[in-house]
């Protein structure tokens, strides 16, 4: 399935930037590119779209009074801030206005690529499954509540690589059931040690949870899945 993109940026080389990220995630197309909220408006009284990806600093109508606009016509779009706007009383309201993430520039693709992501694993959730039972919705919340400890976390230690660590992020993300070290070794092509040292790492951080399996036959093993409700 694809999703569509609008963008809406007043300068023209962030906006093609911004294009050209949306384009690098094959389940992702670009709906088309505005240069203010008064024009996004305009589109999308006469196309589709399922995501917006907004400025707040803009001529004629900024991103914040567009997502007021966007909440006051009952638009169902999922809507993500992109801005150089950092100050709390910005985000505060933006994120009141219920947008789905919020990027600061300058950020990077893979910080980009992981709020599509977000997006695309809610839109999922939400379609895939006819009654939310609590689990269904304590991913969903914890989805919310933090996108990825290698994006969040500063100087990683001694042993843990960014590349590595989101790997092993979006590997939880998409096996949400409980984990052994082999399953998730074996998944990702990496040894065991390896495996135990970056699972120890994300059970600090809080990302993961483990629990001890008793019911092997022999010696207990250790599980692992994402914990519903992050703590950073």
């Known amino acids: 399935m694809s999703y569509s993109v609008l963008i809406v940026e007043d300068d023209p080389m962030v906006a093609m930037i911004n294009e050209q ?12 590119s505005c240069r203010n909220g008064q024009e996004a408006i305009e589109f999308l009284q006469n196309q589709n779209a399922d995501l917006v990806l907004m ?29 150089a ?19 600061i520039k300058p950020f990077d693709y893979e910080r980009f690529n992981i709020s599509l992501e977000k997006f695309k694993n809610k839109i999922q959730l939400m379609h895939n499954t006819e009654v939310l039972d609590q689990k269904s919705l304590d991913s969903l919340i914890a989805s919310s509540a933090k996108n990825s400890v290698s994006e969040n976390t500063g100087n990683l230690p001694k042993g843990i690589q960014k590349t590595t660590l989101k790997h092993i992020e979006d590997y939880f993300t998409k096996n949400p059931n409980w984990q052994t070290v082999d399953m998730i070794a074996g998944a990702l092509g990496i040894s065991i040690v390896t ?36 703590g950073i």
């Open 85 to 103: 706007a950092n100050d709390t009383s910005t985000i505060e309201e933006t994120m009141h206005l219920g947008v789905l993430d919020y990027l």
């Open 195 to 230: 495996a135990r040292n970056y699972l120890n790492f994300l059970t600090r951080e809080n990302f993961i949870e483990e629990d001890i399996n008793y019911g092997t036959g022999g010696r207990p093993s250790m599980l692992y899945r994402r914990t519903a409700k992050d």
């Open 55 to 83: 400025d707040v600093f803009m001529p004629v109508m900024d991103g914040v009074s567009t997502l007021k606009k966007i909440r006051q016509l009952n638009y169902n779009f999922d809507v993500i801030m992109i801005t």
């Open 21 to 32: 990220y949306v384009l690098k995630n094959p389940d992702f197309t670009v709906a088309g």
